[in-house]
């Protein structure tokens, strides 16, 4: 079993950077992938990147590929999300969560964390 606690988040101005951080206890963290998604009030959640085990791939969605960052430290068992030029619409809470596999569907995903909040405003 593994469990993830996000930290990082907090309210910026549009055009600022924030890094999230997803820490992991035990010690298979490196046999899971990775993935980050967020929820905006009244909206559905939504992926927004993942990566995998041994972080040799990545993958964004569309609307933060050239903004957002993914990478992890297995030997910290810490999975980040750097977030550059922050839109208003990048508001939401931003969960991490661990599988077996790297997919970008939420239900592929057995672990998740309790989700750390990101406001930007304009």
């Known amino acids: 079993q593994v469990q993830l606690v996000e930290s990082g988040g907090g309210l910026v101005q549009a055009g600022d950077s924030l890094r999230l951080s997803c820490a992991a206890s035990g010690r298979t963290f490196s046999s899971y992938a990775v993935g980050w998604f967020r929820q905006a009030p009244g909206k559905e959640r939504e992926f927004v990147a993942a990566?995998?085990?041994?972080?040799?791939?990545?993958y964004a969605t569309d609307s933060v590929k050239d903004r957002f960052t993914i990478s992890r430290d297995n030997a910290k068992n810490t999975v980040y999300l750097q977030m550059n030029s922050l839109k208003p619409e990048d508001t939401a809470v931003y969960y991490c969560a661990a599988a077996r596999f790297v997919a970008m569907a939420s239900d592929q995903y057995a672990y998740w964390g309790q989700g750390t909040q990101v406001t930007v405003s304009s």
């Open positions: 990566i995998t085990m041994i972080g040799r791939a990545t």
